[in-house]
T-cell receptor, first 110, second 116 residues
Framework: EDQVTQSPEALRLQEGESSSLNCSYT??????LFWYRQDPGKGPEFLFT???AGEEKEKERLKATLTKKESFLHITAPKPEDSATYLC???????????FGTGTRLTVIP | GAVVSQHPSRVICKSGTSVKIECRSL??????MFWYRQFPKQSLMLMAT?????????EQGVEKDKFLINHASLTLSTLTVTSAHPEDSSFYIC????????????FGPGTRLTVL
């Protein structure tokens, strides 16, 4: 059975304090691993898709990496506007749907 | 590009009435659209997968007669919550898959349904 576990559940950082969010997954053949950002009362905003172990992608202060068992979302020198819930999802081989983790709620304090 | 809209953004209805939610891909064609629901402080739970021109595929535990899905065109899918009850109150979010090769899904802004 597909499983996605995100940690920590919540994270408070000072502005400029870099950190990483973890997404551990179990899936029957990975088709893709997705990272989304969700603000309260809004739909998820697409950040990255990773397809194979060793792949890395960057966007502004965010960098996503992937191994065979987990993915990390690194946040470098975060700003208060980076505060949001970050969701990780996997897509199994042969499937179109996404299976989501419960997210990490990030708060960046000025 | 890759914008998905939902309408309405909020709806309040009385128990027993039906509510229709629209999901549109504004600048791309979506052969597949997905409907999720999200309870407060929980993650997204897939309800059904909708393919243009065919019947939706529902996840286990989701009543297909209660949550009617229609995907009439490559840019529009609708979810109708029939005979809504307070326990149906939730945040409903759709997503659209832009390309089967790229497997990218883009989400709408969500619809907050409150059933009184």
């Amino acid at each position: 059975e597909d499983q996605v576990t995100q940690s920590p559940e919540a994270l408070r950082l000072q502005e400029g304090e870099s950190s990483s969010l973890n997404c551990s997954y179990t899936v029957s053949g990975l088709r893709g691993l997705f990272w989304y950002r969700q603000d309260p009362g809004k739909g998820p905003e697409f950040l990255f898709t990773l397809y194979s172990a060793g792949e890395e992608k960057e966007k502004e202060r965010l960098k996503a990496t992937l191994t065979k068992k987990e993915s990390f979302l690194h946040i470098t020198a975060p700003k208060p506007e980076d505060s949001a819930t970050y969701l990780c999802a996997v897509q199994a081989a042969g499937a179109n749907n996404l299976f989501f983790g419960t997210g990490t709620r990030l708060t960046v304090i000025p | 590009g890759a914008v998905v809209s939902q309408h309405p953004s909020r709806v309040i209805c009385k128990s027993g009435t039906s509510v229709k939610i629209e999901c549109r891909s504004l600048d791309f064609q979506a052969t597949t659209m997905f409907w999720y629901r999200q309870f407060p402080k929980q993650s997204l739970m897939l309800m059904a997968t909708s393919n243009e021109g065919s019947k939706a595929t529902y996840e286990q535990g989701v009543e297909k007669d209660k949550f009617l899905i229609n995907h009439a065109s490559l840019t529009l899918s609708t979810l109708t919550v029939t005979s809504a009850h307070p326990e149906d109150s939730s945040f409903y979010i759709c997503s659209a898959q832009r390309s089967s090769a790229l497997n990218e899904q883009f989400f709408g802004p969500g619809t907050r349904l409150t059933v009184l």
